[in-house]
């Protein structure tokens, strides 16, 4: 499993103040509190394999051009928006590092395989007796 480093990540890391969206009144007139976050993926120092489970997600919030945006909105000071847009970032990362197990074929046991074919001789057997008795 992959864990960035977020000291690793912010040269690749652009952060603008914009103003939020929504209710607020005049504090949200006034002041930018609200961050847009721009990760470059591809310039990153990201592992492959990392950088191309980033790229081939279907996520509205990466641009063609490799870039993931992510915009923190809900605090009300740049602060708070900031550090959780960071922790938005390595969680995105954290998640496409985690790689899948590989899968292992399996069959069924001797046993089960017999257990199975009982059964079905059982059903069957049970299904004979409801034909219609022939009287010779």
């Not at 069959?107 to 074919?117: L, T």
Request: no cysteine; aromatic share 4%; glycine share 4%.
């Amino acid at each position: 499993m992959y864990q960035p480093n977020l000291d690793q990540l912010l040269p690749y890391i652009d952060i603008s103040a914009i103003r939020a969206q929504g209710a607020g009144g005049q504090n949200v007139n006034k002041v930018s509190s609200a961050i847009h976050l721009r990760f470059d993926i591809r310039a990153s120092a990201l592992p492959d394999y990392v950088k191309k489970k980033l790229l081939d997600a279907n996520d509205s919030r990466i641009t063609a051009d490799g870039i993931l945006i992510i915009k923190s909105q809900s605090n009300r000071t740049q602060e708070m928006n900031r550090q959780a847009a960071f922790h938005r970032l390595i969680d995105i990362i954290s998640v496409a590092g985690q790689q899948q197990k590989v899968r292992k074929a399996t069959s069924p046991s001797r046993a089960a395989k017999r257990r199975r074919v009982d059964d079905k001789k059982k059903r069957g057997d049970k299904k004979s007796l409801r034909k219609k008795v022939k009287f010779d």
